[in-house]
């Protein structure tokens, strides 16, 4: 076991500040993804679209359970459509931005071509965020919208503060 030890504080002296700066840098990332909030998932894919790498609020996944799976092993070829488009393009060098209905939830997505240091495209790197409060609420003020503007009483009130949310309201 000693020798062991001793082998070990040998390497660790060789390491270089490079190397040290890397194992840090390494560590403030998985502390950062550890506390990404439970609405977030991130990950990453290669230039075939294998997955590589799956993080956050979906704990169904582990990466183990990635391995030889591809983007696609996990949508629905007709619903999701934009999201796999959206990585085929990523690997071609083109982002995108866009909300999506999956499983029944609403998210925002985002999906970028993932660049090695030198600036090669080696994948697509993607992140959703869970959005369902805000869908309900802006469907709800749009219904309060579209009550108000049919609200013959509304319609007629003559102050200025009327004027102004009948402005608010009927602009589009």
Request: aromatic share 6%; charged share 30%.
């Amino acid at each position: 076991m000693t020798e062991g030890i001793l082998k070990l504080r040998e390497l660790t002296e060789k390491l270089t500040v490079k190397d040290k700066e890397l194992l840090e840098s390494e560590q403030m990332l998985r502390t950062m993804i550890e506390n990404i909030p439970g609405s977030i998932n991130i990950w990453m894919t290669d230039m075939v679209l294998n997955m590589k790498c799956l993080t956050g609020a979906n704990e169904n996944y582990k990466e183990c359970s990635l391995k030889k799976k591809k983007i696609f092993d996990f949508l629905d070829k007709e619903k999701d459509l934009v999201l796999i488009q959206a990585h085929e393009d990523a690997i071609k060098g083109i982002a995108s931005k866009f909300e999506h209905n999956l499983d029944g939830t609403d998210y925002l997505f985002s999906i970028k071509p993932l660049e090695d240091k030198f600036g090669n495209i080696v994948g697509a790197i993607g992140t959703q965020f869970n959005i369902s409060k805000y869908v309900s609420i802006k469907n709800k003020l749009n219904e309060i919208v579209n009550l108000l503007k049919n609200c013959e009483e509304f319609n007629n009130l003559n102050c200025e503060d009327s004027e102004k949310i009948k402005q608010l309201i009927c602009s589009e």
